[in-house]
């Protein structure tokens, strides 16, 4: 099937929904953690800082986060 400039179904017509459920795997109270991702830099030196300080990356980087939150509430 050649796709024009006018389809816009992305769903191969292969593909059989008969019988699907919608949401079967939502989980209403679920959290979704996003992923951050560091500057090459700035991931090395927190390792660092994180290492000397004997604590997970996750935890400094979290610390400082709630930090410069505090800072940026306190100036407004």
């Given amino acids: 099937m050649s796709q024009d400039a006018t389809d816009h179904d992305d769903m ?3 593909i059989d ?10 989980q209403a109270d679920s959290t979704l953690n996003l992923p951050v991702y560091l500057e ?3 991931q090395a030196r927190l390792t660092t800082l994180a290492s ?3 604590m997970d990356l996750s935890v400094l980087v979290n610390e ?13």
């Fill in 12 to 14: 191969p017509t292969e």
């Fill in 17 to 26: 929904f008969t019988g699907a459920k919608r949401g079967k795997f939502y």
């Fill in 40 to 42: 090459t830099q700035v």
């Fill in 52 to 54: 000397t300080k004997g």
């Fill in 64 to 76: 400082l986060l709630r930090k410069d939150i505090e800072l940026i509430e306190i100036a407004q």
